[in-house]
C-alpha cells in the first residue's frame, strides 16, 4: 500500500503540488492524468524520494518513508526523460537496478535471463549490445521501461511510459504492462497527459490540474460522471463538448440558455441547480457521441457545418453554434458540406451541468 | 494556387534509395497528406517540393509548368515546420509580417496582408504579444499565418501537430482543415499518424521505404486497402491479420488457421470460390468481430481475454486465440461490456465485406 498524505511542492511563488492526497492498494494501478505542467512528474519524483516535498508525507504499508534515499525505497522508477546510462549498453543499462549495492545477488545466468525476458517484452531483444545515442526516441523509452520492470520493487512509478511509441506498439504493450504489474502485489503510479492511455490501463484515475487533485475514481466513473469541468475537458476522444450559458425559468421549468440556443434541463440535473439561483453561469457539457446531426427543418440547436473529419469507420463533425464549436461522433455515410445548415438532435444526450465559476458538477 | 505533379521521381542518398519512382498528383486547392512510418519517404518528397533537396531523378511540376531545375526562392512554396520556427524576440504581428519585410513590399501591403491574415487565424486579441508567451497550439497558428501571407502557390506542413498535446492537437487539426478551405491553397501534408491524415486531407498516399503504397480518399484507404502494409497503417485499433488457408466447407468457405476454423459471411467471400485451398491473410477491423460466451451456438474461434480496454462509448477487447502467446484479436464492443480477463469466449465475424490478401505478395485478392 502506497499513501500519499497532504503533499505540497513550492517552486517560489508557483504551487506545483497543493494537498494531493492518494492511495494506492496493492497490485493497484493508480493512472494520473493532467495537462502538461500539472504535476505528475513533481509527484512520481516526491515518490521515488529523488525530491523532498515542501510538505506532506509518503507512506508505504503504512510507515513513513520521509528521509529514506531513493535506492532504499524500492521504489522502481522510469523518468519521463528517461536518464539512461550513455556509457553503459542497453544490456547494462537495463541490468544496473539489479547489480547495484544492497540489491538481491544474482547469479550471471539468472541475471542475463531476467534481462533477457524484458528486452524481449518491449520488443528490442535485438539491441542489447548498443548504447543509448544509437537508439531511436521510441527504443529508448522502452529500454528505460525495461530498466524498471526489470526490479522486484515495492512500488513502480511509471511517468509517461509509453508516449514515444508508435500507436500500434502502445497499444499492444498497453495491456501486456498491466498485465504483468497486477500479477504482482506493488501498487503502481502511471502517467499520461493522454487521459485515455491511462483510462484504458488504470484500476483508478487521478486527474491533476494545476497541482490539484480534481477527481478520483474508476475509469467509468471519470467518464460518465466528471466532477469538474477540468475533467470533462480531459476525457473522450473527441473530449465532451463544453458550452457556456445560464440558467433561466421557463415555463416548463428551468432552462440552459446559451447565445445560439436554449435547452430545458433534465429533471435530475434541474433539482440539484434549483440551489442555484436562476440566472447563474453554468457550463453545459455534451458528448460528441451522444449527439446526432438533423435536418435544418428539426427541433434543437441550429448551426451550420464548420468541417467534417472522415476517421474511418466514423468521423468528427463541427458545427458552429454562434461562436462556439460543437463536436459530434458520427458514423460514416452522410456527406456534409462545409457551410451547409445542420440541426443537433439532442434526443440522446444525457448533458452534464457545472458551475460557470467554481467548474464544479452540479 | 496550383495543381502539383511528381513525375517518376527518385531521391538518392548515396547508395540509399529514399523515394523510389514516385507518381502523384493534388488537383488545386486540395491537401494532400503523405503518410508513412519514418524512413518511408513522405520526408524527402517534401523537402523535394520545395527545393531544400535536389531531384535525383524525375520532374516535379507546379501547374503542369516543370520546376525541378527552379531554387526554393523562385518556386513560391511555404512552410509550416513542426517546432513552429518562429522568431522569439518578435510579437505575432511581427513574426507574420516577416515574410513580406524582408522582400522589402511596400509598408501599406504589408499592413493589409498581415492584418487579414491575422483575422483569418483569430488572432487579433493576440496581434502584439510576444510568440513566446503563446501555447504551442497558438504558435503554430502563428507559423501558419506567416506562411500564408505571402500567398503562396503551395503550402507545404511538415508534421504541424506533433508537438501539441490532446485537446490542443484535434482543435487545430480542424482548424488547418477549415482554413486551407477558406484560403484554398493547394497543400502537402507530412505526417506519420494515420489519424491526422484521415481527418484532414482530402486525399492520403501512404508510403513505405520509399514507395508509395496507395492514393486515396480516406474512405478509400479505409475500406479497401490495397496490401497488408496500407491495411495495418489505416484503422485505429489496427486492422486484425488472420493468417491461415481457404478451404470450402459445403456451400461456404472457412479459414483454416489460428488453431480453429473460422467460418467465413458469405458476403465477404463472393468471388473468392477460386481460391480455395490456397494460404490467404484475411483482415477484419475491430468493429466487425463479436463476442460471446463459448457455450453459444455457431462457428467461431474461441479463446480468453487478454485485456479489456475502456475506450469511454466502447471497450476495446483483446482476445487471446490458439493458445497464450498466440494471435490476439481487438474486438470494439459497447461500453461498458462484461468482458473481463481471462474470460473464455467466442469471436465471430459479421456479415460484412473482408479483406483479403495474398500471403506471399501482401496485395489484396
Known sequence: MLTLHGLGQRWGDTLALADVDLSVGPGEILGITGPSGAGKSTLCRIVAGVQAPSRGLVCMAGAPVTGVPPERRGVAIMFESYALYPHLTVFDNVAFPLRAPGAPRLGRETLGKRVRELLRFVEVAELEDRRPVALSGGQRQRVALSRALVQEARVYVLDEPLSHLDAKLRHTLRGAIRRRLVRGRAPTIWTSPDALEVLAV???VAVLVGGEVRQVGTPAEIYRRPAHVDVARLVGDPPMNLLEGVVEAGPGGLRFRHP?????????IAARVEAARPGARVV???????LRPGRAADSGPAGRVWVWEPLGRYGILSVSLGADLMRLKVERGIPFKTGEPVTIDLDAAEPLLFDGVRGVAL | MASIRIEQVWKR???????????LACPDGLLLALLGPSGCGKTSTLKMLAGIEDVSEGELYFDERPITGLAAAARNVAMVFEDYALYPHLTVAQNIAFPLEIRGRPREEIRRATNEAIALLGLEALRDTGVRLLSGGAQQRVGIGRALVRRPAVLLFDEPLSHLDGAQKSGLRAEIKRLQKDAGVTSVLVTHDQTEAMAMADRVAVMDQGVLQ????????YDRPANLFVAQFIGEPPMNLL?????????RLVLDGMSGELALPAAATAGLAGRARTEVVVGVRSEHLWLADPAAPGVGLTGA?????PRGDSDVVLVEVGGPGAARLAVEVEAASRWREGDRVRVGVTDVALHVFDSTTGARV
Do not use: H, I, K
Open chain 2, 243 to 251: 493468417p491461415g488457408r481457404l478451404e470450402r466447407r459445403g456451400e
Open chain 2, 214 to 221: 496507395q492514393v486515396g480518399s480516406p474512405d478509400d484507404l
Open chain 1, 202 to 204: 488504470a484500476d483508478r
Open chain 2, 305 to 309: 481475454v487478454f485485456f479489456r480496454e
Open chain 2, 13 to 23: 542518398y548515396g547508395a540509399v534509395e529514399a523515394v523510389r519512382d514516385l507518381n
Open chain 1, 260 to 268: 445560439a440556443f436554449s435547452l430545458p434541463l433534465p429533471p435530475a
Open chain 1, 284 to 290: 453545459l457539457g455534451l458528448r460528441p457521441a451522444e
